[in-house]
Nanobody, 126 residues
């Protein structure tokens, strides 16, 4: 019923840019936070960025100054613009919808999210 579909991943050289998108369907999530996580082989899922229903944004240190998160409330879509990509950014990127009522820095925890997409692969070559 609820579906999150990520798109925009691909292969890019170091220093390049990609913009990921995630569209939610099945219900509306305009009153919830949305976030991006990533997981590289052999590593745990890692917080990347989040945006609350008010538009407040949070970023992991790895993406600060390089990544931008935004959303379109009427489309239940969230975006992640990634600039100055590094090989260590190589991961499968997942979007997610936060639990009802959750906001603030605690959004860096995957346990505070309800729904997850299937992920989109981002590969950054050196």
């Amino acid at each position: 019923q609820v579906q999150l579909v990520e798109s925009g991943g691909g292969l890019v050289q170091a220093g390049g840019s990609l913009t990921l998108s995630c569209a939610a369907s099945g219900r509306t999530f305009g009153n919830r936070a949305m976030g991006w996580f990533r997981q590289a082989p052999g590593k745990d899922r890692e917080f990347v960025a989040a945006i609350t229903w008010r538009g407040t944004t949070y970023f992991a240190d790895a993406g600060k100054g390089r990544f931008t998160i935004s959303r379109e409330y009427d489309k239940d879509t969230v975006y992640l613009q990634m600039n100055s990509l590094k090989p260590e950014d190589t991961s499968v990127y997942y979007c997610s919808v936060g639990l009802a009522g959750v906001s603030g820095p605690g959004l860096n925890s995957g346990r505070l999210y309800d729904y997850w997409g299937q992920g989109t692969q981002v590969t950054v070559s050196s």
